[in-house]
């Protein structure tokens, strides 16, 4: 009977944030964590590039994360034109 009760108290806090959140709301929150990872990538680019031309690594494997690193932005972008066409 508690577990019930526990979980209705779950479902019921869930309900009340999904009520609350707007569309322009999760998109400004998809929007953070997407420039987060973007950040993340982008630094993980130059510390390729920075091995590379140290010799420590193929080029292949700046090409991969040069790659990784523009869709992230592309999904970036995407995001904050969204967020900015949602009234």
Known sequence: D?????????SES?????RTMTLKS???FALIGMALLTI???VHFVRD????LAGAIAAITVLISFIHLLACLS???FLYVFYKAQP
Do not use: K
């Open 2 to 10: 508690v577990g019930r009760e526990l979980v209705s108290a779950q």
């Open 14 to 18: 869930v309900r009340r944030i999904i």
């Open 26 to 28: 999760a998109a400004f």
């Open 40 to 42: 993340v990538l982008a």
């Open 49 to 52: 590039v920075s091995a590379l």
């Open 75 to 77: 999904v970036a972008v």
